[in-house]
Nanobody, 128 residues
Framework: QVQLVESGGGLVQAGGSLRLSCAAS????????MGWFRQAPGKEREFVAA????????YHSDAVKGRFTISRDNAKNTLYLQMNSLKREDTAVYYC?????????????????????WGQGTQVTVSS
């Protein structure tokens, strides 16, 4: 059974940092695009970042560019999201996802429909 398990969320003050992790089990995802999305209460799920299988290409949304960094460790089958300079508007449940049909990132990876595996999410709350 394929599982994606996010961790590292929590409560942090504005301006602080958090590092999210997404551990994959049941299957290796080292050959595929992986991504992060987030969903705030009452809002649609929003693209955050995506990364190619070999980490050569990354794609960050304008909302997080320069503050968040996506990375992966294929040997550990784990995806990361380093979040710095956090703002209140970053408060959301963060989800990791895998597109098992693609190795390289393109603009389509900003859509939830591009991904076929999802984690259960981890809550990030940024206080002022």
């Amino acid at each position: 059974q394929v599982q994606l398990v996010e961790s590292g969320g929590g409560l942090v003050q504005a301006g602080g940092s958090l590092r999210l992790s997404c551990a994959a089990s049941g299957r290796t995802f080292s050959s595929y695009v992986m991504g992060w999305f987030r969903q705030a209460p009452g809002k649609e799920r929003e693209f955050v970042a995506a990364i190619s299988w070999n980490s050569v290409s990354t794609y960050h949304s304008d909302a997080v560019k320069g503050r968040f960094t996506i990375s992966r460790d294929n040997a550990k089958n784990t995806l990361y999201l380093q979040m710095n300079s956090l703002k209140r508007e970053d408060t959301a449940v963060y989800y990791c996802a895998v597109d098992s049909k693609s190795m390289t990132v393109n603009f389509q990876h900003s859509a939830t429909s591009a991904y076929d595996y999802w984690g259960q999410g981890t809550q990030v709350t940024v206080s002022s």
